[in-house]
């Protein structure tokens, strides 16, 4: 398993204002993707980072809103721009694991509540 | 495109009374389900990872098993502690991506 921080927990933001959450993995890792959990929902696909190329969005989500950098085997950061109330929601990190094959693990989250 | 069910949306047990969750599930091509455990304010808890039909794990008191089209985790004589959501997620033979279900809300009462 890969022991994983996100940073800052939790944040109140003012509207159209933009916030940067950063996660570190404990070990390198390949894949990194972001997640949005509304309340009371499932998990929604947010964008999968690679380290070297660009991440690869979901649809509904655009780079302009939510620019992700991927510098290293070992962080990744999601900015949420222009943030409005509809933004308020848990911002997961997770990374796929080795052991088990295939498997993905997550982080604390991080959440996010727009006034 | 893949899909994920799950059933019930939520179920209230007594501490101690057994009970099972559904994932019901639609892919092109199993590479993997996956059953997660999420408790209010956290990230997802890695609970077990299943490959193939037939194939069965076991932590604690629960247990999850695989058929070709649907997973379940079985849970036996649960307690208070066991309260969380559970979380259902596939993954496909042909993308890089994680498809989730909606969740089962587990209550245990004691």
């Known amino acids: ?115 | 495109e893949d899909q994920v069910t799950q059933s019930p949306e939520a179920l209230r047990l007594q501490e101690g009374e057994s009970s099972s969750l559904n994932c019901s599930y639609t892919v092109s091509g199993l590479r993997g389900l996956f059953w997660y455990r999420q408790d209010p304010g956290k990230g997802p808890e890695f609970l077990f990872t299943l490959y193939s039909a037939g194939e069965e794990k076991e932590k604690e008191r629960l247990k999850a098993t695989l058929t070709k089209k649907e997973s379940f985790l079985h849970i036996t004589a649960p307690k208070p502690e066991d309260s969380a959501t559970y979380l259902c997620a596939v993954r496909d033979n042909y993308g890089q991506n994680f498809v989730f279900g909606p969740g089962t809300r587990l209550s245990v009462l004691p």
Do not use: H
Not at chain 1, 27 to 44: A, H, I, N
Not at chain 1, 83 to 90: A, F, K, L, Q, V
């Open chain 1, 1 to 115: 398993s890969a022991v994983i921080s996100q940073k800052p927990s939790r944040d109140i933001c003012q509207r159209g204002t933009s916030l940067t959450i950063q996660c570190q993995v404990d070990s390198q890792v390949t894949m990194m993707f972001w997640y949005r959990q509304q309340p009371g929902q499932s998990l929604t696909l947010i964008a999968t980072a690679n380290q070297g190329s660009e991440a690869t969005y979901e649809s509904g989500f655009v780079i302009d809103k939510f620019p992700i950098s991927r510098p290293n085997l070992t962080f990744s950061t999601l900015t949420v721009s222009n943030m409005s109330p509809e933004d308020s929601s848990i911002y997961l990190c997770s990374v796929e694991g080795t052991a088990p094959r295939e498997t993905q693990y997550f982080g604390p989250g991080t959440r996010l509540l727009v006034l």
